[in-house]
């Protein structure tokens, strides 16, 4: 499974900076608002020593990363959700990720235009979250409209469905995102198709200056603030770094990070945050042909883990024979761990733990 994130804020905050750092897709920037017009689509793979050593180890042909997939969206501007700045058509492609990146200006540049004139990362947050609650608060209210006619047949269902969905009406006017709405399961199946953009999972990535990395600023702790109140996550990196860290080889790289203080690269946070975010893990196969890592929710059973390579292996799966990955680089290899009795046979209830690495029998 791919994981796919959008890469939002506002013009001039270093998203599509970040974005090149990213996926190397050579996306656009320049110092004007909506340089970005079409959204840029880049695939990355995601950073673990697990897979090098596994890989190091096995000595496959091939070594496959799992990937994240990640989206510039052009800059949204106040106004966005009535179609100003190309807004109907960027907060359109928001509705297809998994994951939302919200890249905030936490620097002052006077070379860098801010579109709102100054800057305030407390105000630009509610900008964008305030378009998204208003370009789900039409959708709401449609569905609340179609809904109110549908009642007069005196269908529980129905009936049903509309308090739930006029609860969350009244929830968006007062500010709120559908996050933050309180419903269960069955109550959430009432506007589940609407694909709310203010129910994304949001990761803050507070773009600072590079003297400010290591020490953050009193941007950072607005959005620190700020993002509590929402329930989501902050991670700090800095824009300019990241896109020089790109054009280094991996020894220059750590040389590079061993300079500014760094453990690792920004980006290698915010992968990891997201992954964190989205409650996913990573599993692996290995073998002489190729060591590739695979992404699951946490909590996945075996057949749904092997389903991720191929339907075919969930519908005949019999049995995964599982070692933990500490056993596996522990003893060298798949043969030792089995010598060793590390190698477990797992059913279908078993539940897939991060780092297992994995051989499935099924029949065809």
Known sequence: MNLKCGIVGLPNVGKSTLFNALSDAGAESANFPFCTIDPNVGLVTVPDERLTKLSNLVEPKETLPATIEFVDIAGLVKGASEGKGKGNAFLSHIREVDLILH????????????????????????????????????????????????????????????????????????????????????????????????????????NVSEDEINSGNEFVDTVKKVAEEFGDEVVTFCAKIEAEIAELDEEEKEMFLEELGLDRAGLDRLIQAAYENLGLITYFTAGPKEVRAWTIKKGTKAPQAAAVIHTDFEKGFIRAETIAYEDYVELGSEKAARDAGKMRQEGKEYTVKDGDVMLFRFNV
């Open 103 to 206: 890249v905030v200006r936490c620097f002052d540049d006077d070379d860098i235009i801010h579109v709102e004139g100054s800057v305030d990362p407390e105000r630009d947050i509610h900008i964008i979250e305030d378009e998204l609650i208003l370009k789900d608060l039409e959708s709401v209210e449609k569905r609340y409209e179609n809904l109110k006619k549908q009642s007069k047949s005196g269908d529980k269902q129905i009936v049903f469905e509309l308090n739930v969905v006029e609860r969350l009406k009244n929830h968006l006017e007062e500010g709120n995102t559908a996050r933050n709405f309180e419903a269960d399961e069955d109550e959430r199946e009432a506007f589940k198709d609407l694909f709310l953009l203010s129910s994304k999972p949001v990761l803050y990535a507070c």
